[in-house]
């Protein structure tokens, strides 16, 4: 099945440092969202954006729906070691009921 | 208060038994989906219903039979299980033409020795 693609696959900050991920498709989306999954646990949803251009924060977290229509971005600001986790993002076409996950990021923070 | 749960949280089993895992939403949905999320992490979409009528079906073996018995419940059958169905699965809701904001359940870790 599809799947989108998510940048960086994994990555190791050290505690304080913003993070940058990203999400891209060949297709368009009409609504992207964005979750964190931890061990053991079920994907929480972070942010839900649907316009192009959009850009939504929730706490230090801030995400953005591309231009394109095609991307979306999630950056953490100040990151603490509980930001370590899986990251997904998620899109989905206007009149479907179904949603593309990404291959997700796996966040590793440094104290 | 819990929106969506899911029953077992864990699953050991032998090949060729067949088993049920329930899923239950209080958040007045009307999607319901399953998911299956392998080693990797990656989460494939299986079935999703509305209002109780199957309108997603993607590529998955005949053995697992989705059932939604109201808009609240949607349940997966799995019949003759095999070594490859061992996996987290994941039921989730959302409210199409409205958020469109889609919430998980805890997950169903599944082992089939």
């Known amino acids: 099945g599809q799947q989108l693609n998510q940048s960086p696959q994994s990555m190791f900050i050290q505690e304080g440092e913003d993070v940058s991920m990203n999400c891209t498709s060949s297709?368009?989306?009409?609504?992207w969202l964005w979750y964190k999954q931890d061990p053991g646990e079920g994907p929480v949803l972070l942010i839900a954006l649907y316009k192009a251009g959009e850009l939504t924060s929730n706490g230090r977290l801030t995400a953005q729906f591309g231009i394109t229509r095609k991307d979306s971005f999630l950056n953490i600001s100040a990151s603490i070691p509980s930001d370590v986790g899986i990251y997904f993002c998620a899109g989905q076409t206007s009149g479907t009921y179904k949603y593309i996950f990404g291959t997700g990021t796996r966040l590793k923070v440094l104290a | 208060d819990t929106a969506v749960s899911q029953t077992p949280k864990y699953l050991v089993t032998q090949m060729g038994n067949d088993k049920s895992i329930k899923c239950e939403q209080n958040?007045?949905?009307?999607?319901m989906y399953w998911y299956k999320q392998d080693s990797k992490k990656f989460l494939k979409i299986m079935f999703s219903?509305?209002?109780?009528?199957?309108?997603i079906n993607e590529t998955v073996p005949n053995r697992f039979s989705p059932k939604s018995p109201d808009k609240a419940h949607l349940n997966l059958h799995i019949n003759s299980l095999e070594l490859g169905d061992s996996a987290v699965y994941f039921c989730a809701s959302s409210q199409a033409g409205a958020s469109y904001e889609q919430y998980f359940g805890p997950g169903t870790r599944l082992t089939v020795t």
């Open positions: 958040l007045g949905h009307d999607t």
């Open positions: 297709s368009i989306f009409n609504t």
């Open positions: 219903y509305n209002n109780k009528e199957l309108i």
